[in-house]
Each structure stands twice: as C-alpha cells, then as structure tokens.
C-alpha cells in the first residue's frame, strides 16, 4: 500500500517546508512513508508521484484541502487518471469536519482569542459554490465553539475579502471589540501573509503544524480502508 498526500503548493519555502513536515509526522503515525505531491506552483505533481508507484500495489491519496473546490473535484481526479495508476483510492479532503474545526479553535486560544472577541474565518478563496458552501459550514461550526457568530472572508478570489471583513467588523463596533482572524488556511504563503497585512487585533497561525491535522489526515488514510495501518499511542 502507497500513501500519497497532495497540497495545493506555494512559492514560499517555509509553507512548502511545512506540508514535508505534516507528511514526515503523518508517517511517523502510520509507520510507512507518505508521498507528498502539489497541483499548482511546483511539483512534483500527483501524476508523477503516481507514475513513479508500484501499479501491483494499492494507492491511497488524501487531498490536503480545507474545502471540497475545483482542485478536489477536478485537478486531482484528473491528475489520477492522467498517472495511469490502476488502483487509486481518494478520500475526502480535510475540510470541512469537526476535526479541523478544533484545530482551527485551538489555534485561535494560541493566538490570544477571548470569549467575546469577533472572529472571522478567513478562507483562501474558491468560485466553486460547493467550496464557498464548505467553507460557510465551517464557519457554523466555528461559531458554535466560540459561542458567537463568525464570518467567512477570502484571501482571493470572492468577497468579501478579509480586509475588507475586518474594516467593516471594525466600524460596527466601534473599537469596543477586539477583531480575531481565524487562518483557514493548510501552510504559510501569500494568503497567509495578506491575512498578517490586515488591520486585525488578532492572526491565527495556519493549521498545518497543529497535531490535530496529523492525526486528521492518519486517519482518513486509515478510513480509506487501511486496516493494517497502525494507530499511534
């Protein structure tokens, strides 16, 4: 059995240096290696991760994305069928779920959040309505951690934009409220510096390094139907 991991890819060294150490814990988890493949920026790319596996053996590919958009649905089917491989299993991606939404409220406590603080779920940005519904959805879920409403805004792409979010949040409360930004974002990169450029009290960190996602993403290799895959103590 093969494990391949795929992210979306960044220019940034330090992002890509955190998607090799997600991958690096996650088969720490699991006792095998995990093969790590982007769809946009760099490579290698998912066909040629494939391309180079074993055909006799059995692939399982998780799609490191927070929300089921053009990438999931199309990018990666497309790369799997463009590898040749003949026994791809794809799992859901890694959003949205009540696993990544601890994570992204355990982020939010690291950062300085308090009950009270307005939070905004700043997302990279997707035109795909099935992703912008994924990303309102964990917005729900956030918010009933938090016990108060939070907002979805984009880094790219759709409105409204974070900064846009955070200045509107500002003028509605006058100061009285300090502003917190939920990064929903995997690794650092450009979004995640726009979202360090906006004028928010507060910046969550991306959720990549969190343990949680290691955990999340063993185990959605373990679901594919992995049985013999280990559990970590």
Request: hydrophobic share 45%.
């Amino acid at each position: 059995m093969s494990l391949v991991l795929v992210a979306h890819g960044t220019r940034k060294a330090g992002g890509v240096a955190m998607i090799g150490d997600l991958a690096d814990r996650v088969a720490a988890r699991l006792g095998r290696a995990v093969h790590v493949s982007f769809v946009d920026v760099l490579g290698p790319s998912p066909s040629e991760v494939l391309a180079g596996l074993p055909a006799d053996r059995p692939v399982v590919l998780v799609p490191a994305f927070l929300a089921g958009g053009y990438h999931v649905r199309v990018d990666v089917p497309a790369q799997v069928a463009a590898s040749g491989h003949p026994a791809v299993t794809v799992t859901q991606p890694l959003g949205p779920c009540h696993g990544t939404v601890r994570v992204l409220a355990d982020r939010l406590v690291e950062s300085g959040w308090r009950p009270g603080d307005s939070v905004i779920l700043a997302a990279a940005g997707t035109s795909d309505p099935r992703a912008l519904s994924d990303v309102r959805r964990t917005a729900a879920l956030l918010s009933a951690v938090t016990g108060d409403r939070v907002e979805p805004a984009y880094a790219a792409t759709c409105t409204p934009t974070v900064a846009d979010a955070v200045a509107a949040q500002r003028h509605r409360g006058r100061g009285r409220r300090r502003i917190a930004v939920a990064s929903y974002l995997l690794a650092d990169g450009l979004f995640q510096d726009r979202l360090r450029d906006t004028d928010a009290d507060i910046v969550s960190e991306p959720l990549g390094p969190h343990p949680g996602m290691d955990r999340l993403i063993a185990s959605r290799f373990r679901r594919a139907g992995v049985l013999s895959l280990p559990v970590a103590a």
